[in-house]
């Protein structure tokens, strides 16, 4: 008795839970067709998508489908069943019977969607039907387990969302460069980074004190030179430290305007920055320590700022009433002669 054969029918209906554009997605991807051939599949329309099937490859297609959300169905294919092909169960028959075979049955392209009359092989496109659906099922499979592979997790529902990244993945955090206006660094890098300035400035003011020396022109010009290297650097650090509270670098400007910009400066110093990527890009890496270092240098510096302008001053002070009382210690014997010599006469 002949094996029943059985067919994969497609009424152009989703899974319930799934959009219509999701399975036009998943049939395109699955087939590896463009949309455009996809759409004829969806005309309200019964079309068998695979054919002459044994029951365990109709349940692999069918679940397949089912996994890309088309709303499938497995039917007996009383067509492939007839044949005119003798057989001990099926002799030859005295009259011709290729009237048996239905003449109008008609079918679609899985990958182009040309309607045509049942066959092995497309009309339009070419391919071999039967290879073809093989082929895109032993792909969406190979796939679906590369993914679980990789995942390590419990397959996902068909009628899940798409996990795509639909924007541009950034890093985790992002990139320092001192000399540039692009990128981000918080609080204590910033003040890390000023302290380091000053301090390398220091030896610079050293070579330009040197240079008068030699020649006022020479000092002139390495102090011009110096001081655009100090601006330029400052200007730096200070737009990625906006960024990295969310603000325009151009705001830095406002450090020049008088009253405000002492208080902008303290903003600068204070506020900090935002949490995650923001539109200037990722947060800064963590704080090393040497920057942690640097940064309490910095604030050390007014303290002792203000522990030398008191203590300087007294000082001074100091060695001037020490040179007075010595300068009357030496004059004092001097005098001392006269005086005895008037108390003799």
């Not at 204590?188 to 380091?196: C, I, K, T």
Request: charged share 20%; aromatic share 6%.
């Amino acid at each position: 008795m002949t094996e029943a054969r059985y067919k994969i029918v497609f009424d152009g209906e989703p899974m319930p839970g799934v959009s219509l554009d999701t399975v036009k997605e998943n049939l395109a991807r699955l087939f590896k067709s463009d949309a455009s051939m996809i759409d004829s599949l969806f005309g309200g329309r019964s079309v068998a998508l695979k054919r002459d099937l044994v029951e365990a490859e109709a349940d692999k297609y069918l679940a397949a489908l089912q996994r890309a959300g088309a709303k499938v169905r497995k039917e007996h294919d009383l067509a492939a069943v007839l044949s005119l092909v003798t057989t001990d169960d099926h002799p030859e028959p005295s009259a011709p019977a290729a009237e048996v075979a239905p003449t109008n049955d008609s079918m679609s392209c899985p990958k182009c969607g040309h309607e045509q009359p049942k066959s092995t092989e497309c009309q339009a496109c070419g391919i071999i039907i039967d290879k073809y659906l093989a082929r895109q099922t032993q792909l969406s499979e190979d796939a679906a387990l590369v993914k679980a592979s990789i995942t390590n997790s419990e397959p996902t529902s068909p009628y899940a969302p798409p996990q795509a990244q639909v924007g541009e993945q950034l890093p985790e955090f992002g990139e320092l460069k001192v000399l540039g206006t692009n990128g981000r660094i918080g609080r204590v890098r910033y003040l890390g980074w000023s302290m380091a300035l000053m301090l390398a400035f220091l030896p610079i003011g050293g070579v330009i004190l040197g240079s008068f020396v030699l020649s006022e022109t020479l000092a002139g010009l390495l102090t011009l030179v110096a001081s655009l290297a100090l601006v330029v650097v400052s200007v730096c650090i200070g737009v990625q430290r906006l960024h990295d509270i969310g603000w325009s670098g151009w705001l830095w400007l406002l450090n020049f305007v008088p009253i405000v910009g002492s208080v902008f400066a303290l903003l600068m110093l204070f506020v900090p920055g935002t949490g995650g990527p923001n539109r200037y890009g990722p947060p800064p890496p963590p704080n090393s320590r040497a920057v942690k270092v640097l940064a309490w240098l910095i604030i050390l510096v007014p303290v002792i700022g203000i522990v030398a302008a008191i203590s300087i001053p007294a000082y001074q002070d100091y060695l001037m009433r020490a040179q007075m009382d010595a300068a009357a210690s030496f004059e004092q014997p001097a005098d001392v002669p006269a005086l005895e010599g008037e108390s003799a006469e």
